[in-house]
């Protein structure tokens, strides 16, 4: 495999991992960012986020003078043949895509593009099905506004979505399930493939809007499973069945498969919320009503105070009480607040009058950052403790939102007296009985 001069714009999860990955096969990367300090962090090899992994990955890659770093898009563009964007499309209020930081991202690669270039421009982003061929449009508009000759031969627009999970990221991009690559010309397809030909993943090039659709409906299913599974765990509280069991019962078939079938307190995170979201929206925009996308969302929505009604059946008054708190990252192995189901089940709390003590194995920063205001307004009542025991002490109660390892194994003698809410059914309730109070998510 011959090495390609690749830019990478954006350095989040997303844009890093591959930018890193991308620099340890062998090609030649720059990664770009309008945040400084971001940038000078990277060039020492300080990863600025929590993903296990990317910091060996990252040094390799800068020992072998295979990335760099810049804020300079005339240098990103200039130095490279194939451009991906991997910068955020959050949530609008209406839960559209915000393209905004796509859009300026595509302005500023269209300002360097010059007579002489052809440049790949490949969407890692997650974009609403229909922006590639509306980039192709609105880059070549830029370029015959700057009098560039024959604009439509100077690029060419690639969609190749992320399947990146958070905490396993660097695993996935080293050993991808497949790389999907959507192009309205096959050779130009065929290029971006090559990119990941060190890996031999299977392979899927499709046209642009198809590829689109792949991304939004993977993550749309998955949160559909999730969904489903904690909607079926509801049911079996009420019926004496154990949803665990459940679970595995239908996992065994291979239609079906385990995964995404684990019962709990709700998803989070960068992806499966806003995706679930911008597809509904963009149902919708066609004239379709997707009932049951809308569902998962308002069932999710609910989910996540779980926890908080179970509690009140032990402590029907909340005030003045005290409820630890396991967990604030909306999953195990990342310091991602985004969407964590922490965030409104501990607002929730608060607001019913309960002192919080909060404890994240990674996410304290990012949490005290999310909680600025609650910190503010509700002074000693939300306290983030260094230690899952300083948490318990005083507790009455105790709510596990996320299934860090470190809370599997605990000391059983600390939780006696105790009121626990497994939010993630990761404790066997027979043994649990033996201490404390104990409740979990679909079993009795």
């Known amino acids: 495999m011959s090495s390609k001069r690749i830019a990478v714009i954006g350095t989040g999860y997303v844009g890093l991992v591959s930018g890193a990955c991308f620099a340890y096969l062998g090609h030649k990367v720059i990664g770009l960012d309008i945040d400084e300090k971001k940038i000078e962090l990277l060039r020492k090899g300080e990863v600025p986020i929590y993903e296990p992994g990317l910091d060996r990955i990252l040094r390799r890659a800068l020992e072998r003078g295979n990335i760099e770093f810049t804020t300079d898009y005339e240098y990103a563009v ?27 991202a595509y302005k500023s690669i269209a300002e360097y593009i010059g007579n002489e270039d052809f440049k790949i421009i490949v969407n890692k982003s997650t974009v609403p099905v229909g922006t590639g061929r509306w980039a192709k449009e609105f880059i070549k508009s830029l370029l015959e506004k700057r009098g560039i000759k024959n604009p439509e031969e100077r690029f060419e627009i690639v969609s190749n979505p992320e399947f990146l999970r958070e905490g396993k990221a660097v695993e996935d991009f080293m050993k991808p399930d497949r790389v999907v690559v959507g192009a309205d010309n096959r050779d130009i397809a065929g290029m971006v493939a090559s990119l990941y030909e060190k890996l031999q993943p299977a392979m899927l090039i499709t046209d ?52 995404f079938l684990n019962a709990g307190c709700g998803f989070g995170g960068s992806c499966f919320p806003k995706d679930v979201k911008a597809l509904i929206h963009t149902a919708k925009s066609v004239g379709e ?15 996540k105070l779980r926890p908080i009604e179970k509690l009140l059946k032990h402590i029907p008054e909340l005030k003045d009480k005290t409820i630890a708190v396991w967990g604030l990252a909306f999953k195990p192995e990342t310091d991602d607040m985004r969407e964590a189901p922490s965030i409104p089940l501990v607002r929730k709390l608060l607001s019913l009058g309960a002192k919080v003590k909060a404890y994240d194995p990674v996410a304290m920063e990012n949490a005290k950052k999310v909680f600025k205001e609650e910190i503010k307004t509700f002074g000693e009542k939300l306290l983030f403790v260094d230690d899952k025991y300083e948490a ?22 600390k939780l006696k007296g105790k009121v626990i809410i497994d939010g993630r059914n990761i404790w066997e309730p027979s043994v649990m009985r033996q201490f404390c109070v104990y409740e979990s998510i679909g079993r009795v």
Not at 83 to 94: C, L
Not at 289 to 303: D, T
Not at 392 to 413: P, Q, R, S
Request: hydrophobic share 40%; net charge negative.
């Open 78 to 104: 200039k130095n490279s043949d194939f451009i991906f964007i991997a910068v955020g499309t959050p949530s609008k209020e209406d839960g559209s895509a915000d393209l905004s930081y796509v859009e300026s």
């Open 208 to 259: 642009l809007p198809t590829a689109e659709m792949i991304k939004y409906a993977s993550n749309s299913f998955l949160a559909t499973k999730i969904s489903f599974i904690n909607e079926i765990a509801n049911i079996c509280e009420k019926l004496g069945a154990d949803v665990t069991v459940v679970a595995r019962g239908m996992g065994l078939d291979h239609r079906i498969s385990p995964y």
């Open 289 to 303: 009503e997707p009932k049951l996308l809308s569902s998962v969302m308002k069932v999710n929505e609910k989910q």
């Open 392 to 413: 318990l002490e005083g507790a009455d109660a105790l709510i596990l939102i996320t299934e860090w390892n470190e809370f599997k194994e605990v000391e059983f003698d």
